[in-house]
């Protein structure tokens, strides 16, 4: 499949630490986020998104994390997998029907 | 169930020549989504349709560009004149409704090549 991300950011991690992904997002007016994950080959592929109301929301091994204040989206992956091994896009939109995307981060899980 | 799917999945075409990509959403979804992502980006927004409408094409780079939806349903991109520029991977989303704060589900890309 073809390679996404040749010249992405990385974050290395051993299998089974926490991994931290962070996002600086543009609009102070966007109400709504989402994280993808990309792997190799494929589409991006949803995670979990969060509201502008809320700053923490969780889901199976995955925390997002909204700061409103500085414009800062961060997701949390506890104990890293080696399926986790990816390009995860943040993306936000506010009051349209398109998502705009962040630069993505590439997670490489080391055993 | 079936995801959204999209063909050709590789098209290789020469300098000039009009291609036309197909994208097939989730059935029921009422939004569809055209993005273009480059490597090491994210998908870049095109255009996407309500229903048989077309919302927003503000994405759409230029006038070659064009898309349509005319059952509701599955969407074409066509790119007249094709340029070496337009080489990219051209993806699709759908999405159960508008409004942008619902889930978008991403198909497998088109991978377009101008030589």
């Known amino acids: 499949?073809?390679?996404?991300?040749?010249?992405?950011?990385?974050?290395?991690?051993?299998?089974?630490?926490?991994?931290?992904i962070n996002c600086a997002y543009s609009n102070s007016a966007s109400d709504y986020f989402i994280w993808y994950k990309q792997e190799s080959g494929k589409g991006p592929q949803f995670i979990i998104d969060i509201r502008s109301n809320m700053d923490k929301?969780?889901?199976?091994?995955?925390?997002?994390?909204?700061?409103?204040?500085v414009k800062h989206l961060s997701l949390q992956i506890a104990?890293?997998?080696?399926?986790?091994?990816?390009?995860?896009?943040?993306?936000?939109?506010?009051?349209?029907?398109?998502?705009?995307?962040?630069?993505?981060?590439?997670?490489?899980?080391?055993? | 169930g079936a995801g959204v799917s999209q063909s050709p999945r590789y098209k290789v075409t020469k300098?000039?020549?009009?291609?036309?990509?197909?994208?097939?959403?989730?059935?029921?979804h009422v939004s569809l989504y055209w993005y273009r992502q480059a490597l090491g980006q994210g998908p870049e927004f095109l255009t996407?349709?309500?229903?048989?409408?077309?919302?927003?094409?503000?994405g759409l780079p230029n006038d070659r560009f064009s898309a349509e939806r005319p059952e509701?349903?599955?969407?074409?991109?066509t790119i007249q004149r094709t340029e070496q520029r337009d080489s990219a991977m051209y993806r699709c989303a759908s999405s159960v409704t508008s409004g942008?704060?619902?889930?978008?589900?991403?198909?497998?890309?088109?991978?377009?090549?101008?030589t």
Do not use: M, W
């Open chain 2, 72 to 77: 509701g349903s599955i969407s074409t991109l």
């Open chain 2, 100 to 114: 942008g704060a619902y889930e978008q589900y991403f198909g497998p890309g088109t991978r377009l090549t101008v």
């Open chain 1, 79 to 111: 104990a890293t997998q080696p399926g986790d091994s990816a390009v995860y896009f943040c993306a936000e939109n506010y009051n349209t029907d398109k998502l705009i995307f962040g630069t993505g981060t590439r997670l490489q899980v080391f055993p």
């Open chain 2, 15 to 28: 300098r000039g020549q009009d291609v036309a990509l197909r994208c097939d959403p989730i059935s029921g």
């Open chain 1, 57 to 69: 929301r969780q889901g199976q091994r995955v925390t997002v994390l909204l700061n409103k204040t």
């Open chain 1, 1 to 20: 499949g073809e390679s996404v991300g040749l010249h992405l950011p990385t974050l290395s991690v051993q299998e089974g630490d926490n991994s931290i």
């Open chain 2, 48 to 58: 996407y349709f309500n229903y048989e409408a077309q919302q927003d094409k503000s």
